[in-house]
């Protein structure tokens, strides 16, 4: 794959566009799950290549809505799956990205995130009551998005994240929980939306983060971990929301995933010369969006949505 040179936009575009067409490849049937989440990942990547208009609005949303429980007010990962929070952000986003959030009950999905708020400000992921910082943030991202984050108690959700809070700055799956930068972006993003930055250490963590750059340039989840292009966004997202992404190498870093990609029939993979995947092509492209790559639209590192479509939102008069 040579030395990663420039981003091969065009050929991820149609890769993404393949993708999310062929319902029966080895891909689609692996992700058949979480259908939604492709949806979200393979179309914000498009949005911020500046692409979305090559995919059917009209038949995404019928898609998307098509997931939708109107008894619960929550969505599955695919028509017929059982409603759970991850799937609801995930279609929440994607609405937002097509400026169509008019095409739900939004109450109605507010209300089925609310009623996953536990009596000790966490929050689990469906009925089955499985409890991660994870659903802490997807809950505040989504109803944030939805204008409706004061139905939650959200101080308790607030005081639930601190206390997942480890002596190294970093943040676990729940108090106790090891350290590991997915579970940090989800507690510092969490925080930033609800305005609660200050409970973070900025120069530890961000001591933390750094220190998962490795020689080959790409970010790892934890040490003595390989590097994984995913990393990019989480690691890279939370140092920008704590105000500390210049203490890493972005030049490394981006060479590392620019190195990461199928230059022939374009997408993404993990690392160098392994299979590409719709996750990884999304986790790359929004990792070169946070170090401003040319070409790539500007991101927000706390709802993950391009900035336009962020702004879009919250400089709309609340309905």
Sequence with gaps: MGDGGELAAEKHVRYIVTVEKKKDSFESLVMEHIRLNGAYWGLTTLDLLQKLHAVEADEVIQWIMSCYHPESGGFGGNVGHDAHVLYTLSAVQVLCLFDRLDAL???????????????????????????????????????????????????????????????????????GGESHAGQIFCCVGALAITGSLHHV???????????????????????????????????????????????????????????????????????????????????????????????????????????????????????
């Design 105 to 175: 009950d939004v109450d109605k999905v507010a209300d089925y995130i609310v009623g996953l708020q536990n009596e000790d400000g966490s929050f689990s992921g469906d009925i089955w009551g499985e409890v991660d910082t994870r659903f802490s943030y997807i809950a505040i991202c989504a109803l944030s998005l939805l204008h409706r984050l004061h139905k939650i108690n959200v101080q308790k959700a607030v005081d639930y994240i601190v206390s997942c809070k480890n002596l190294d700055g970093g943040f676990g799956a729940m108090p």
């Design 201 to 319: 250490d900025r120069d530890l963590l961000g001591w933390w983060l750094c220190e998962r750059q490795c020689k080959e340039g790409g970010l790892n989840g934890r040490p003595e971990k390989l590097a994984d292009v995913c990393y990019s966004w989480w690691v890279l997202s939370s140092l920008i929301m704590i105000d500390r992404v210049h203490w890493i190498d972005k030049d490394k870093l981006a060479k590392f995933i620019l190195n990461c990609q199928d230059k022939e029939n374009g997408g993404i993979s993990d690392r160098p010369d392994n299979a590409v995947d719709i996750y990884h092509t999304y986790f790359g492209v929004a990792g070169l969006s946070l170090m401003e790559y040319p070409g790539v639209k500007p991101m927000d590192p706390a709802y993950a949505l391009p900035l336009d479509v962020v702004n879009r939102i919250f400089l709309r008069k609340e309905h």
